[in-house]
């Protein structure tokens, strides 16, 4: 990406621990994570002038800069949600590109599982009732009650059948089978979707992201940085980003996500169209997440989404659009705010590093463009990030 003077890369990805971690902290995940993102990209911590991080800490990023031992001298604590790692990319990448800084550390680390397990924090997830909150605290309105009522309409609107919902979970977890990392790898059935416990109608269990903990880090940095790096660069062609809505009543449209906006600006600023893509990673706490988001990036049109998930489209293994290619949020790992794993993601498939679950284009070759978008809260924002390799 050109918007200074000076093309962008990610050269360093790594995922720390992820799964099952009873005996880690967030921070040690953070440092996890850097340390393997930089052996990675194979460049010394000295390099790094940028720290992006949110989600732990009273003074995010300060205290992880702190524990990495860095002083950065370019800094982002965007929070928005799953969508935070694919914005502060974007900033990260200006930053670089108009010489504010020389390589950026993005990183987040998390044991939410493990907190849960050692009654350290509650299952709930709780934003508080405060400022615009206030109007739907009182009503019980949970952050996946949110969700469901958005899939509810869509389906009302377009015909979306549950069933179509669930394929999504079937082809994620298929994918997943061939990620030895992933924390669920048995194959599910459409069956078996439908018939799991309720959680928010019309969301049955399998129809949620897992719980589980986990860390990951990108190293993004400047052109001139390639030549001193372990691994392939990955570009950075095009970013977006986009805010909805806080509350519910003030979002126009619950068939629409804020990825209609930031998938648009990411791929008029890359200069290619969703067609050109050879796989998506989209944030997927619910399997709505995943179908809303493909009709919103451009891949199928509004109404449609339902159908185009039908037929093994979404999978590895013969699918026209391989998505969420290592299981997703919903049986690889979800540990929390999740868009940096589909940066890591995105960047292992480019590269060629994922084995089994390897995309491959239909000549054979390894994909050349990809895009990772994120989600956050109850589709308040979003952020798109399109990546290519050489």
């Not at 010489?99 to 993005?106: I, N, R, T």
């Not at 629409?256 to 290619?272: D, K, W």
Request: net charge negative.
């Amino acid at each position: 990406m050109t918007r200074g003077n000076r093309k962008v890369a990610v050269v360093g990805a790594a995922l720390a621990d992820c799964g099952r971690v009873d005996d880690a902290t967030p921070y040690a995940l953070h440092a996890q994570a850097a340390r393997r993102a930089l052996a990675d990209a194979g460049l010394d911590r000295s390099r790094v002038d940028g720290l992006a991080s949110a989600g732990l800490g009273t003074l995010a990023p300060v205290e992880v800069a702190e524990y990495l031992g860095l002083r950065p001298t370019w800094m982002d604590s965007t929070s928005v949600g799953g969508s935070t790692w694919e914005v502060m990319a974007a900033h990260a990448a200006d930053a670089i590109a108009a010489g504010h800084a020389e390589a950026v550390l993005l990183v987040y680390g998390s044991t939410a599982r493990a907190d849960i397990r050692a009654g350290r924090r509650t299952g709930d997830l709780s934003f508080g009732s405060r400022g615009p909150l206030q109007f739907e605290a009182p009503y019980g309105h949970t952050l996946i009650a949110k969700y469901a009522m958005a899939a509810r309409r869509h389906m009302i609107e377009h015909g979306t059948t549950i069933e179509q919902l669930a394929e999504v979970a079937v082809q994620t977890r298929a994918n997943a089978a061939l990620n030895p990392e992933a924390m669920h790898r048995t194959p599910i059935t459409v069956d078996e979707v439908l018939s799991g416990p309720m959680i928010a109608d019309p969301f049955t269990r399998l129809h949620c992201c897992i719980r589980s903990d986990g860390g990951a880090a990108v190293l993004l940095a400047a052109e001139d940085h390639v030549p001193d790096c372990r691994t392939a660069p990955v570009w950075i062609l095009g970013t977006g980003e986009h805010l909805s809505h806080a509350t519910m009543s003030e979002w126009p449209d619950f068939t629409v996500s804020p990825a209609a906006v930031s998938g648009r600006l990411a791929f008029e600023r890359a200069g290619v169209t969703p067609a050109d893509m050879d796989f998506a990673e989209i944030y997927d706490a619910f399997t709505y997440m995943t179908l809303v988001t493909l009709e919103d990036l451009g891949f199928c049109a509004k109404g449609e989404g339902g159908a185009f998930v039908e037929k093994g489209r979404l999978k590895v293994a013969g699918g026209e659009l391989p998505v969420n290619t290592d299981g997703g949020g919903l049986s690889a790992q979800h540990p929390g705010m999740r868009g940096l794993f589909l940066l890591v993601e995105a960047v292992r498939q480019l590269r060629g590093e994922c084995g089994e679950r390897q995309v491959r284009t239909r000549d054979g070759q390894l994909p050349r463009l990809g895009v990772a978008s994120g989600t956050g809260g109850w589709f308040c924002s979003s952020g798109t990030v399109v990546l290519g390799r050489g």
